[in-house]
């Protein structure tokens, strides 16, 4: 089956506004040219992107909002990274669900390799072993989980001995739970299952048009619709990462966070 990577590109960056540009290409690291490396810096997306084509995902479609064209002008075609990167515009502002489902009519008969552009995760092979167990199990939905240590900002996952998901819990404040997910790789049936879904909740009588070009609803996380397929039998798995980290850059301590750990991670791999 065709793997097509999705990437969701169209978020404000409020929390550590202003920036100079995107989020997704906050340079956080530094990447060879030529024979001589640190010469030019890499930017956030770039690692999530590396880590998708380590898994043979060459096709790419990142959804953007309007004003973010600073995205496609920097990544292009995608050639640079032996890629091929096509661009998708947000509808409904409400949420990383509503976003990716833009790509519908492009990946619904295709396998979605999926991360969050602003978050980078070891090993480099995650995506990896995620297509592997989806192969073996033919599950609907498989999720990378890698150790947490603040759970109220992350969605927290139970899963039985056999890796299938039982309940996904959204950042709750205090939790037993271990992991959290933060990658997935998933098939047409998850596809349309959240495409339904968005469809159903737009039908929903809270949805309402009351003064506003747009609905007045709230932002709805992805960990929502993992959950909505659980609790309606999808058959959804995980992959821990035992020994796996991710950092992110979503706040200013992180982001600084983040810079420090990759730079000094390259400079012990270059020295």
């Known amino acids: 089956m065709k793997k097509i990577g999705l990437i969701p590109a169209a978020g404000t960056a409020d929390r550590i506004a202003p920036l100079p540009c995107s989020k997704e290409l906050y340079p956080i690291g530094f990447q060879s040219i030529g024979a001589k490396w640190g010469g030019r810096p890499k930017v956030v997306s770039q690692y999530l992107l590396e880590k998708m084509r380590i898994a043979d995902t060459a096709e790419v479609y990142i959804v953007l909002r309007k004003g973010k064209w600073d995205i496609p002008e920097y990544f292009g075609d995608g050639k640079a990274l032996s890629m091929h990167l096509a661009y998708l515009m947000m509808d409904l502002p409400f ?139 999808l058959y959804v798995e995980g992959v821990p990462f035992r020994d796996g980290t991710f950092l992110d850059i979503g706040t200013p301590d992180s982001l600084l966070k983040t810079i420090r750990h990759i730079v000094l991670q390259e400079r012990i791999v270059h020295e």
Do not use: C
């Open 95 to 233: 949420g990383v669900p509503y976003s990716i489902d833009q790509a519908y009519p492009f990946v619904k008969d295709s396998m979605v390799v999926f991360g969050f552009p602003d978050i980078i995760f070891q090993p480099d092979t995650a995506f990896t072993s995620l297509l592997a167990r989806q192969a073996d199990s033919s599950a609907d939905l498989v999720l990378g989980l890698f150790p947490a240590r603040q759970s109220q900002k992350a969605d927290m996952v139970d899963l039985d001995v056999d890796g299938r998901i039982r309940e996904i819990i959204i950042k709750p404040a205090r939790t037993h739970l271990r992991y959290a997910w933060i990658i997935a790789v998933w098939s047409q049936v998850f596809t349309q299952f959240m495409h339904d879904y968005l469809i159903r909740r737009q039908d929903d009588s809270r949805w309402q048009n009351i003064d506003s070009n747009l609905p007045q609803f709230r932002e709805l996380f992805f960990g929502e619709v993992i959950k909505a397929a659980v609790d309606n039998h």
